[in-house]
């Protein structure tokens, strides 16, 4: 199948410029202006719209479990595909007792494969630190894994990792080519202000953002830097809110250290007075780290300007909040109990571009780097993340004049609450390809289950 997008302005990270982009079965084959439409098998007009690569979602959770609630899983991925994305980057935990590559392999096939709406890449999470998953390491490039994934925080839950644990990570990630994310908090200190917090009678939503303040993420993000440097490993720092963890990474790069980070749209958008939302709204943005006071998030937008940060991706936990978030608080309860994490997947792209393209925060070539060329050059997804001949025809065309309420009456995301709740939008993706199949016409999601199919990572693509 042909498909043509005519008269459209192409996007990408460098540059934008009118032209016409020839797909041919699941690649761009031809960019040019005026490209002949008696070849095509469908011509896609796409005059005053935008042409960009489909955004990559570097951090998403389908399979979190948190004190015994489940997210929602791959069957709502069709979230993803109105919102722009067409590839995501999922952490997995290895099981207790399993390796990492055959925890993988299983949660892939009984729960991925055949199910999924987008591309895929996984990022295993090591959780259980016994000596021959280290061994694994070595062989996770040839199974298309070039990253993983450690939690520094959290405490008392099955997948917090130690110091040694990290070090011994990095040490044989720097061996085989695998690059280590850590979300960077101190978990004893967090652990310690929780149970003051607990003791004092400061149970609400609103404590979780006292019980893990930007000392917590700081401390944590200037030791992982460290523990790198000492491994002479490269490290990426996932989910950076604050000032406090941003100069620690600005201070690393300065010295030629291999260091790098994300944020997520939450941060960019929300502070913590969401957290103290009555009726137990809070809890709906109960994430880790918590939502800043509102000054830290001019720190976050520059350092996405200035390559500090260089992709902003959602952190995405299908928890819903009556049965999940809400019951967390019960009777007994505290801001302890919540789940964390927050349904966000669906409106990266909208929220991003209606907040920081309008607004003039972001230029349109930013936009496309840190939403979608940049992931796919930290995940090594070869092929993707560019608008150029002999990409993978996963393309956005994107209506600027379109204007919109987010909400969760409109996401696909499985849950019944959406962060995003009465919040103006600005432009949409009203038509989504997917390795050249159309999957998204005029806003709506005409794609199937299982046309999302694996990508095998390499490095340096
Ligand atoms: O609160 C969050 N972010 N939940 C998801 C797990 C994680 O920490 O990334
Ligand atoms: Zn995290
Ligand atoms: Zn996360």
């Given at each position: 199948m042909k498909i043509l997008i005519k008269n459209g302005t192409v996007l990408t990270a460098e540059d934008e410029f009118r032209a016409d982009v020839l797909t041919d079965g699941e690649k761009i084959t031809a960019i040019g202006t005026d490209l002949p439409e008696n070849t095509a098998d469908r011509v896609i007009d796409a005059s005053g719209k935008y042409v960009m690569p489909g955004g990559i979602d570097q951090h998403v959770h389908y399979s979190f479990v948190y004190k015994g609630s489940r997210v929602r899983g791959f069957e709502t991925t069709n979230a993803c595909t109105v919102g722009g994305t067409t590839t995501v980057v999922e952490f997995v935990n290895q099981e207790k007792g399993r390796g990492l590559i055959e925890s993988l392999s299983d949660y892939d096939r009984n729960y991925v494969k055949g199910i999924s709406m987008v591309d895929y890449a996984f990022h295993p999470v090591l959780t259980d630190a016994r000596p021959e998953v280290f061994e694994e390491i070595k062989d996770l490039p040839g199974i298309g894994c070039i990253t993983m994934k450690l939690f520094m925080a959290y405490k008392g839950q099955f997948f917090h990792a130690d110091d040694e644990t990290i070090i011994r990570a990095l040490a044989a990630g720097k061996e085989a080519g695998v690059t280590v994310m850590l979300h960077a908090e101190n978990a004893d200190m967090v652990d310690y202000l929780t149970k003051k917090l607990i003791a004092e009678g400061k149970t609400g939503a609103y404590y979780h953002a006292l019980s893990r303040p930007p000392i917590v993420e700081?401390?944590?993000?200037?030791?992982?830097?460290?523990?790198?440097?000492?491994?002479?490993?490269?490290?990426?720092?996932?989910?950076?809110?604050?000032r406090e963890a941003l100069s620690a990474i600005k201070e690393a790069q300065q010295k030629?250290?291999?260091v790098a980070g994300e944020t997520c749209a939450h941060y960019l958008l929300f502070d913590e007075s969401s957290l103290a939302l009555p009726n137990d709204e809070g809890a709906k943005f109960v994430c880790s780290p918590a939502l800043r006071t509102k000054d830290h998030q001019?720190?976050?937008?520059?350092?996405?300007r200035n390559g500090w940060l260089n992709a902003v991706s959602s952190d995405h936990?299908?928890?819903d909040w009556a049965v999940?978030?809400?019951?967390?608080?019960g009777k007994g309860c505290t801001f302890a109990d919540i789940p964390n994490g927050a349904p966000s997947v669906q409106n990266r792209l909208n929220a991003i571009w209606t907040y920081g393209v309008c607004e003039g925060k972001l230029s349109r070539q930013k936009f496309v780097e840190i939403m979608s060329t940049n992931p796919a050059r930290i995940n090594g997804l070869a092929?993707?993340?560019?608008?150029?001949p002999g990409y993978d025809a996963d393309i956005v065309i994107f209506d600027p004049d379109?204007?919109?309420?987010?909400?969760?009456?409109?996401c696909l995301e499985g849950v019944d609450y959406s962060i995003y709740e009465g919040m103006e939008q600005k432009g949409r993706p009203e038509t989504v390809l997917l390795r050249g199949k159309v999957i998204v016409e005029h806003g709506i999601y005409t794609g199937k289950k299982?046309?999302?199919k694996k990508i095998f990572c390499r490095k340096d693509q």
């Open positions: 700081g401390e944590a993000t200037q030791r992982a830097i460290r523990l790198a440097e000492m491994c002479q490993a490269p490290v990426y720092i996932v989910h950076v809110t604050c030629g250290l291999p001019p720190y976050l937008w520059e350092a996405l936990c299908g928890f999940q978030k809400h019951l967390g608080m092929g993707k993340g560019h608008i150029a379109y204007r919109g309420i987010m909400s969760a009456n409109t299982g046309d999302g």
